[in-house]
C-alpha cells in the first residue's frame, strides 16, 4: 500500500514531441504529489509538484494531471527538447507530519535531436 | 550552504569494513532525508531526522545500518560490515518544515563494496 508504481521505464520522444509518464497508488492518504527530474550524477531536482485536490497543475512546458478516483497522477512534458533528457521520478507523501516521500522507480527519457 | 553537501563523492571500500557517510543539509533546514539509489532503481528510503523528534528509522535495511544528526545539523550514516549490495549511491535531502517543501538532495555519495 505504500508503493508508487511508475511507467514507463524507458522513453524515447523526438525532439518537440510530447513525453508522458505516468504513476499509480494506493494509499488514499497520499496528499502530496511531487515530480522529480535527475540528471546523470546528480541529486533528483524538484520538478513540479501538485496536491490532490487539484486535477492539473502547469508550469511551462510541464503539466502534472491527477485523478483521485483512479489514484493516478501523470507528467507531460510539452515540446520536449534534448536538454530534457534525464531520469523523472514520481513520489508520493502520506498526510501528518511526516515528510517521508514513498519514489516511483523513475522514468529514463531521451530525447532525439 | 546553499546546497546540500555529501562527502566522499565516491567511496570504495573492501566488504567486510565500516563506512561513513556525511551530509551536511541547507542552514535552516530541520528535516533531513537518506535514500538509497541502486543502478537502474528507484530511491528506496532510509531514516528520516525532523527537528528533535525521534527519527524515523523504517526504511534502514539491516542492524548494520545507522544513521545520527548532531546539533539539528550535520548527519552521518554508518554501515558496518559492508557487503557488496550495499553498493549503491546513498542520497541525502533536506527541507524546511511543513508540507509545502520539497527536498533539495545532495549529489550523493557512490559506495563500491568490492
Known amino acids: 500500500q505504500q508503493q508508487v508504481k511508475q511507467s514507463p521505464q524507458s522513453l524515447i520522444v523526438q525532439k518537440g514531441g510530447i513525453s508522458i509518464i505516468n504513476c499509480a497508488y494506493e494509499n488514499t492518504a497520499f496528499d502530496y504529489f511531487p515530480w522529480y527530474q535527475q540528471f546523470p550524477g546528480k541529486g533528483p531536482a524538484l520538478l513540479i509538484a501538485?496536491?490532490?485536490?487539484?486535477s492539473e497543475k502547469k508550469e511551462g512546458r510541464f503539466t502534472i494531471s491527477f485523478n483521485k478516483s483512479a489514484k493516478q497522477f501523470s507528467l507531460h512534458i510539452m515540446d520536449s527538447q534534448p536538454g530534457d533528457s534525464a531520469t523523472y521520478f514520481c513520489a508520493a507523501r502520506g498526510s501528518g507530519n511526516t515528510g517521508k516521500l514513498i519514489f516511483g522507480q523513475g522514468t529514463t527519457l531521451q530525447v532525439k535531436p | 550552504g546553499a546546497g546540500v553537501s555529501q562527502s566522499p563523492s565516491n567511496k570504495v571500500t573492501e566488504k567486510g569494513k565500516d563506512v561513513e557517510l556525511r551530509c551536511d543539509p541547507i542552514?535552516?533546514?530541520?528535516?533531513l532525508y537518506w535514500y538509497r539509489q541502486s543502478l537502474g532503481q528507484g530511491l528506496e528510503f532510509l531514516i528520516y531526522f525532523q527537528g528533535n523528534s525521534a527519527p524515523d528509522k523504517s526504511g534502514l535495511p539491516s542492524d548494520r545500518f545507522s544513521a545520527e544528526r548532531t546539533g539539528g545539523s550535520v548527519s552521518t550514516l554508518t554501515i558496518q560490515r559492508t557487503q557488496q549490495e550495499d553498493s549503491a549511491v546513498y542520497l541525502c535531502?533536506?527541507?524546511?518544515?511543513?508540507?509545502?517543501?520539497?527536498?533539495?538532495f545532495g549529489s550523493g555519495t557512490r559506495l563500491t563494496v568490492v
Open positions: 535531502a533536506s527541507s524546511l518544515p511543513g508540507e509545502n517543501y520539497g527536498y533539495t
Open positions: 501538485i496536491r490532490p485536490d487539484v
Open positions: 542552514s535552516g533546514h530541520t528535516a
